[in-house]
C-alpha cells in the first residue's frame, strides 16, 4: 500500500512563505494524480492543488492560483507546494493524497485513495 509523509509545515507571519514536501514510500500504488489538501476543525476537507504526474500539469483552486505551485520531482516521486503570501486563512492540517480522478473531479477528496498524515501550517498576523 502507498504510505504518503509530509514534512515542511511551521508556523509563519502573514506574507511568508513555506515549502511542503511530500514523499511516497512503500508499496505501488496508484499516484496518477498527486494532490494537497487542507482542512481545519469542524470543516471538511478543501482542495488546494494537484498535479497530473505523467503530463506534469498543475491544478489549482482560486485561492491558491496565484500564490501556490505545485510540483513533482520526476527523479524521486517527491511532490512539493510551495506556498507564498500565505494569509491567516491558509492555517490548516495539509495532507498529501494519491488517486486518479479525471481532470474534473480533481478537487473531490473522495477521488483519492491514499493519503497521509497530514502536517500543520499555522499563519499569525
Known amino acids: 500500500q502507498l504510505k504518503l509523509v509530509e514534512s515542511g509545515g511551521g508556523s509563519v507571519q502573514a506574507g511568508g512563505s513555506l515549502r511542503l514536501s511530500c514523499v511516497a514510500a512503500e508499496g505501488p500504488g496508484t499516484r496518477v494524480c498527486m494532490a494537497w489538501f487542507r482542512q481545519v476543525p469542524g470543516k471538511e476537507r478543501e482542495a488546494v492543488a494537484a498535479i497530473y504526474v505523467r503530463s506534469g500539469n498543475p491544478y489549482y483552486t482560486n485561492s491558491t492560483k496565484d500564490r501556490f505551485i505545485i510540483s513533482h520531482d520526476r527523479t524521486d516521486g517527491t511532490v512539493y507546494l510551495q506556498m507564498n503570501r500565505l494569509t491567516t486563512e491558509d492555517s490548516a492540517m495539509y495532507y498529501c493524497?494519491?488517486?486518479?480522478?479525471?481532470?474534473?473531479?480533481?478537487?473531490?477528496?473522495?477521488?483519492?485513495?491514499?493519503w497521509g498524515q497530514g502536517t500543520q501550517v499555522t499563519v499569525s498576523p
Open positions: 493524497a494519491a488517486g486518479a480522478p479525471n481532470a474534473a473531479a480533481w478537487t473531490r477528496a473522495s477521488e483519492y485513495l491514499y
